[in-house]
């Protein structure tokens, strides 16, 4: 069984057409890197996947049923988690009220159920000290980690992350991207699309290369950054060599 | 701080011998600002002036639910909801393009003439629905310019989590855009306390129409100084109070401390 399998994706914005037919399948327990330059599509694929963006044709399944042209996207949206690059964290809401909001609003947990929940995951990940303090109080790492316990207070089948280290400062990159590495561990399904090759290298199983909306290359870790096949995939990573970011 | 305070003092005094010197002011002294008669009759016009405060409270509660509802329909995505949209944008060109006046004239002695029972009579009544509805399509637009400087990055996090299009609206996007506004929202509260007194032009006896009276009886206008009084009273509070609010929240901003 796969847990995720986009058919033939596409997606425009007007005339500018983002997805030209994506094909990609993740199976139960995988990890999948989505890489490319900026534009390329990844960050539309993800919000294609979630049912946040209408898209134009094919279909897309999660656990082998289609969600494509879903009744209830409220109930596909319960099931998949996602990462925002800039968190969007509720501003108004203290970190529990952000945690505890869609498991009691959607799910219908008591506020003691959907509390317990929410502490387990706090503790987890370094901010129990932290239930109380509003958004603006948090470090972009630790606003980051919010946002990743409050995807996962809903118990999402299906993770997808974007960019979700792009807004951080250096140094607060590594606590984020260790929350992630657990989370692979742990056996989460995850599509990722990330600018850090050497964590994509690190934690994902397969790696896909995005280009002009299409996958132009899968493989392995090894496969992908050692020996691509692809001119436009060769020339990608040596700009990020270059770029000193591999 | 001295010097301002110094100014302040100048131009007053200033401003003051001037009125003092003109060559009508023992008229006008005596006509307008009469001790006797400011006693007399400021009672009177404080009794009076209770309806204007239950006019502008009843009339408050009334608009920022309906003006919130106007906001919502106006901001409801998609072309189902198109007829909805298109109602709340006419209904605020029109109650914001018509002088208020004019519309507590036409309902208020319009509505009780065509004598059909099933709906009140009451002039305050009709007063009080005239106020509601030119002061929603105001605080409509307050709300809507709330509702619009929330980034839809919070709807899309919202959403993402499962939250359906009502519960994001109420959890996540109403709280913070009505926060935003209240400065604004107080600001046009203030002008619907004064316009309490026009409900006084259909003959409730509020506190300028109190005074209309008192000045008829003596010909003396002091009775208006007496509602002025009154009608300020209560403004500047509300004035100060949201410069403060605005003060407060632009402290915040700056020193980026909690929300």
Redesign the interface.
């Known amino acids: 069984m796969s847990a995720l399998a986009v058919e033939r994706l596409t997606k425009s914005f007007g005339k500018h057409v983002v997805l030209r037919g994506v094909d990609l399948e993740v199976a139960e327990h995988e990890v999948v890197a989505l890489i490319g330059a900026s534009g390329s599509g990844k960050s539309t694929l993800l919000?294609c996947i979630?049912l946040?963006e209408a898209i134009d044709e094919g279909r897309i399944f999660l656990a082998d049923r289609e969600i494509t042209g879903a009744r209830d996207v409220?109930?596909v949206?319960?099931r998949?988690?996602?990462v925002?690059q800039?968190f969007?964290?509720?501003?108004?809401m203290n970190v529990m009220r952000n945690v505890t909001?869609?498991p009691r609003?959607?799910?219908g947990l008591s506020k003691a159920e959907a509390e317990t929940r929410a502490v387990e995951l706090l503790d987890r990940f370094g901010l129990a000290d932290k239930r109380l303090e509003?958004p603006?109080?948090l470090s972009g790492g630790q606003q980051q980690r919010v946002a990743i316990v409050?995807?996962l207070a809903?118990r999402p089948e299906l993770m997808l992350l974007d960019e979700v280290t792009s807004a951080l400062d250096p140094e607060l990159v590594a606590e984020v991207l260790q929350v992630i590495g657990e989370l692979a561990q742990g056996g989460m399904t995850m599509v990722l699309a990330t600018h850090e090759m050497s964590f994509a290298r690190d934690i994902a199983n397969r790696v896909c290369f995005l280009d002009e909306g299409r996958i132009l290359e899968v493989g392995t870790p090894d496969e992908i950054f050692t020996n691509p096949k692809e001119p436009r995939t060769q020339q990608f990573l040596e700009r990020i060599i270059k770029a000193r970011r591999l | 701080m001295a010097i301002a305070l110094g100014s302040t003092a100048v131009f007053f005094v200033v401003v003051a011998v001037a009125i003092t010197h003109a060559p009508g002011w023992p008229e006008v002294r005596r006509q307008f600002f009469d001790w006797g008669e400011f006693k007399a009759t400021f009672p009177e016009v404080a009794r009076a002036f209770l309806l204007n405060v239950k006019i502008f409270c009843i009339a408050e509660v009334l608009i920022l639910v309906f003006a919130l509802v106007l906001a919502v329909l106006r901001s409801l995505p998609g072309p189902v909801f198109f007829p909805l949209r298109a109602l709340a944008i006419v209904y605020a060109d029109l109650f914001r393009g018509i002088p208020t006046i004019l519309v507590i004239a036409m309902l208020g002695f319009g509505a009780p003439a065509l004598g059909l029972s099933y709906i009140p009579k009451s002039v305050i009544f009709w007063g009080i629905v005239s106020l509601v509805l030119i002061y929603s399509a105001y605080v409509s637009e307050v709300y809507r310019a709330g509702i619009d400087s929330i980034h839809p990055s919070q709807e899309a996090a919202a959403r993402s989590l499962g939250l359906s299009r009502g519960q994001t609206l109420r959890r996540v996007i109403l709280p913070q855009a009505v926060r935003r506004v209240i400065p604004p929202l107080l600001n046009d509260f203030i002008g619907l306390q004064k316009d309490t007194a026009l409900v006084g032009t259909l003959g409730a006896i509020e506190a300028f129409q109190q005074s209309q009276i008192d000045t008829n009886a003596t010909f003396n206008f002091t009775a208006y100084l007496s509602a002025a009084v009154l009608f300020v009273a209560i403004t500047i509070p509300l004035a100060r109070f949201t410069d403060w609010l605005v003060l407060r929240d632009r402290r915040r901003r700056v020193a980026g401390g909690t929300t």
């Open positions: 919000r979630n946040l409220n109930a949206r319960r998949i988690g996602i925002f800039s969007n964290l509720f501003p108004h909001l869609a609003d959607v799910l509003y603006d109080r409050r995807a809903m």
